[in-house]
C-alpha cells in the first residue's frame, strides 16, 4: 500500500532560523495537503498542492510539489514560537479512492 | 459554532466495554471521515461516508469497530470490547464532495483511554 514518509521527526530552532520539512510517498500523488497541529488540538488544513512543481506561499510558510509528484516540503522562514506544533503532509493517490495517507509529522519546537 | 464538533472530548472505559463517539460534521459537507491517532503518529484513516453510504470500510482496525451515518448527516462510531489497545485519539473530517481531494476540517477529537 501507498506509504507517506516525513522527516524529520522532530526539529528543534531557535526563533528566528529557518525550518523545512519533507514528505515523500512510495506511490505517484494526484494532490498533497499540508495541516498543522498544535499541542494539544487537532490537524488544521494550511494548502493543497497539485500541479506537479507547484509552488505556493503563505507568508513565511512556502510549499513545493515535486516534479515526480512523489514529494513535497515546507519551508518557514524565520520561524517564531507561533509556529510550535506538528506539520502533516497526506497525499492522495493517483488513480486511488479518496482516502488520505498521512505522514508522521514533523515536530517543529521554537526556543525563544 | 459552525466548525465539526465530537462528543464525547474525552472517555475513560474499562476494558471489554463498548464505546460510541459522536461526530457533527459542518452541515453542507456530505463526506465524513474517522480517523485515529496515536501518539506520534499522524491521523491514520478508518473509514468514510459519502452522504449516508459509507464506501470504504476495510481499513477499520477489526471486526469490533463499526460505524453510521444514518442520515447523511452525524455519525457514530463504535467501538465493542475495547481492548487497551484501543486507546487513541479519534478524530472525525468533513469535506465537500469533490473530484480531487478538498480540504477536510477536522473536529477536536476524542481521547478515548482503556483501562
Known amino acids: 500500500g501507498q506509504q507517506v514518509m516525513q522527516i524529520p521527526q522532530y526539529q528543534h530552532v531557535q526563533e528566528g532560523e529557518d525550518f523545512t520539512t519533507y514528505c515523500n510517498s512510495s506511490?505517484?500523488?494526484?494532490?498533497i495537503q499540508w495541516y498543522k497541529q498544535r499541542p494539544g488540538g487537532h490537524p488544521v488544513f494550511l494548502i493543497q498542492l497539485v500541479k506537479s512543481g507547484e509552488v505556493k506561499k503563505q507568508k513565511r510558510l512556502t510549499f513545493q510539489f515535486g516534479e515526480a509528484k512523489k514529494n513535497s516540503s515546507l519551508h518557514i522562514t524565520a520561524t517564531q514560537t507561533t509556529d510550535v506544533g506538528t506539520y502533516f503532509c497526506?497525499?492522495?493517490?493517483?488513480?486511488?479512492?479518496?482516502?488520505?495517507?498521512f505522514g508522521r509529522g514533523t515536530s517543529l519546537i521554537v526556543h525563544p | 459554532d459552525t466548525g465539526v464538533s465530537q462528543d464525547p472530548r474525552h472517555k475513560i472505559t474499562k476494558r471489554g466495554q463498548n464505546v460510541t463517539f459522536r461526530c457533527d460534521p459542518i452541515s453542507e459537507h456530505n463526506r465524513l471521515y474517522w480517523y485515529r491517532q496515536t501518539l506520534g503518529q499522524g491521523p491514520e484513516f478508518l473509514t468514510y461516508?459519502?452522504?449516508?453510504?459509507?464506501?470504504?470500510k476495510s481499513r477499520l482496525l477489526s471486526d469490533r469497530f463499526s460505524a453510521e451515518r444514518p442520515k447523511g448527516s452525524f455519525s457514530t462510531l463504535e467501538i465493542q470490547r475495547t481492548e487497551q489497545g484501543d486507546s487513541a485519539m479519534y478524530l472525525c473530517?468533513?469535506?465537500?464532495?469533490?473530484?480531487?481531494?478538498?480540504?477536510?476540517?477536522f473536529g477536536p477529537g476524542t481521547r478515548l483511554l482503556v483501562l
Open positions: 461516508f459519502q452522504n449516508e453510504a459509507q464506501l470504504e
Open positions: 506511490t505517484t500523488l494526484s494532490n
Open positions: 497526506a497525499g492522495l493517490e493517483v488513480g486511488g479512492s479518496y482516502i488520505p495517507t
Open positions: 473530517a468533513s469535506s465537500l464532495l469533490a473530484g480531487v481531494m478538498k480540504t477536510q476540517y
